[in-house]
Nanobody
């Protein structure tokens, strides 16, 4: 079982950047996928992007493509979400989870082992 812990959230202004971390612990035996999701107040949790544990492949939601980048540090067992040019619409709790189905899937039901989330607030 993989456990995930997110961190790095905070309050920033529009146009600022922020980097979130997702630290994985437990036995990682395969090239699993780690996904980032976000949930704004009153809205459903939505897909942001995902990366293979090997770091070789990734895919993103259209809404963040070009602004957000997912990367991985193998030595630290950490997946990062680099967020640039943040906007108020990016305000949400950000979660990471383990992909349990087919690579390329984007539904919350395709992921589990969610972390506790980290709050990102972007002021205008």
């Amino acid at each position: 079982q993989v456990q995930l812990v997110e961190s790095g959230g905070g309050l920033v202004q529009a146009g600022d950047s922020l980097r979130l971390s997702c630290v994985a612990s437990g036995r990682i035996l395969f090239d699993i996928g780690i996904g980032w999701f976000r949930q704004a107040p009153g809205k459903e949790r939505s897909f942001v992007g995902a990366i293979r544990w090997s770091g070789a492949f990734s895919y993103y939601a259209d809404s963040v493509k070009g602004r957000f980048t997912i990367s991985k540090d193998s030595a630290k067992n950490t997946v990062y979400l680099q967020m640039n040019n943040l906007q108020p619409d990016d305000t949400a709790v950000y979660y990471c989870g383990v992909l349990t189905t087919t690579w390329g899937r984007r539904q919350t039901s395709d992921f589990d082992s969610w972390g506790q989330g980290t709050q990102v607030t972007v002021s205008s």
